[in-house]
């Protein structure tokens, strides 16, 4: 029997490449899409017409909780901090009227393990601890539930695992080119990336040696497949406390990142200078919001469980080698402008 997904951020970039993925793998089962925009709706449902686009905002409660209720699986991938519909996807998994177990998998953000750095105002200088998404479990839910803020990770964790399994996916920072039908950029590298094309120079926060891990787009999406192949199987072991799912494939510190964005706009010719500068957290967060945290924080993770459990093997580009093209991409785009 064809299952039912319902997936929100479709639009966007990590929703998109959802999207793509879940289309093209599981075409037996029956996709429904929440867009807000009525242009993106109809350009999504042009791509794919097999899609059921439900045309609605994240604020309408009573609309998140109706499709997740008829849902075997959501994918609330639009948002790590929007509350009611994430208390609407819980309401509508867990209704009494349900005959088994829905399945959620949420978007998160890795910024949580910067949370001492914040706390000490210190940015920009690396850390030991590396978070090992099997090994280090309890530390990664002492994390989580010492935080208040993280209002959305903390209502997953705190579901009866009975009636809703949960998946959720603290993102590290995501790179590459998404195969999503509108919005295909992310945001840490092309941010910098621009800067340096606008500016013919870049910045890192402090000496730039605060480091977080990164995934690249279609890994990521592949992980998403393969926690839906896992829901539809009702496989157990990954879901709710066990599902903390850590993705990554590398990592590299803020200062070389910026440092290879200006070798690669000069190799490009796009600029002349190789210089960074070092700001401090403030200026930074002047220039992109939530800079100082975005780019001068750690958050080294070690992905295990999905590379034990579903047999991820994330096969994108590093990336090292990803910058020279997202930074001739970010070319393209000031062209346009
Ligand atoms: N990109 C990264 O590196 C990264 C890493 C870790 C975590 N995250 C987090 O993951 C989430 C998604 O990131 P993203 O990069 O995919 O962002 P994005 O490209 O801006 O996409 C956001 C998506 O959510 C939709 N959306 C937002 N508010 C909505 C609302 N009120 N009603 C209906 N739809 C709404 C947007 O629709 P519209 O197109 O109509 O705006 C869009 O489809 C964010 O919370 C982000 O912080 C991102």
């Given at each position: 029997?064809?299952a039912?997904?319902f997936?929100?951020?479709a639009?966007?970039?990590?929703g998109g490449?959802?999207?793509y993925?879940?289309?093209?793998n ?8 929440l ?11 042009k791509l ?15 609309l ?8 075997d ?9 929007h ?7 819980a309401?509508g998994?867990s209704h ?14 890795a ?5 001492p ?7 920009g200088?690396?850390t ?15 994390v989580?539930?010492s935080?208040p ?5 903390n209502?997953?964790?705190?579901q ?5 399994k ?10 590459g ?6 919005n295909s ?6 941010e ?10 870049l910045?890192?926060?402090?000496k730039g040696e605060?480091?977080?891990?990164n ?17 539809l199987?009702?496989?157990e072991?990954l879901w ?10 590398g990592s ?11 070798k690669?706009?000069v190799d ?8 960074v500068?070092?700001l ?9 919001p939530h800079?100082a ?12 469980r ?8 994330p ?7 990803d ?6 991409d970010e ?7």
């Open positions: 029997m064809a039912k997904v997936l929100t951020g639009s966007g970039y990590v490449e959802a999207l993925q879940i289309a093209k599981f075409s037996q089962h029956q996709l429904k899409c867009v807000r925009d009525g242009q993106k709706a109809a350009a999504i449902s794919y017409p097999n899609v059921e686009i439900v045309q609605g905002d994240l604020d309408d409660s009573s998140i909780e109706q499709k997740a209720r008829d849902a699986v959501v994918f609330h991938l639009a948002s790590t901090k509350e009611s519909s994430s208390k609407a996807i309401a998994l009494a009227n349900r005959k088994s177990p829905g399945y959620w998998v949420q978007i998160s953000g910024s949580m393990f910067g949370t750095e914040i706390k000490a105002n210190r940015y200088e690396s030991d601890k590396v978070f090992d998404d099997v090994k280090d479990v309890k530390e990664i839910l002492e989580i539930k935080n803020a993280r209002v959305v990770d209502l997953v964790l705190s009866d695992s009975a009636k809703v949960t998946a959720l996916i603290p993102g590290p920072m995501i790179y080119k998404g195969h999503g039908p509108i950029r992310s945001i840490q590298g092309p910098l990336a621009r800067y340096a094309l606008e500016n013919g120079r910045y890192m926060v402090g605060a480091v977080w891990s995934v690249h787009i279609h890994d990521l999406g592949n992980l998403f497949t393969l926690l839906l192949e896992a829901a199987e009702k496989k072991g709710n406390e066990e599902g903390i799912f850590l993705p990554e494939n590299m510190s803020f200062g070389d990142i910026s440092r290879q964005i200006l690669a706009a490009q010719k796009l600029i002349s200078s190789e210089e500068e070092s401090q957290p403030d200026k930074v967060n002047q220039i992109m800079g945290v975005l780019l001068g924080t750690n958050a080294k993770l070690k992905s295990s999905a590379r034990r459990d579903l047999d991820w093997k096969s994108g580009p590093s990336l090292a080698e910058i020279p093209g997202m930074v001739q070319a393209e785009r000031l062209k346009q402008r």
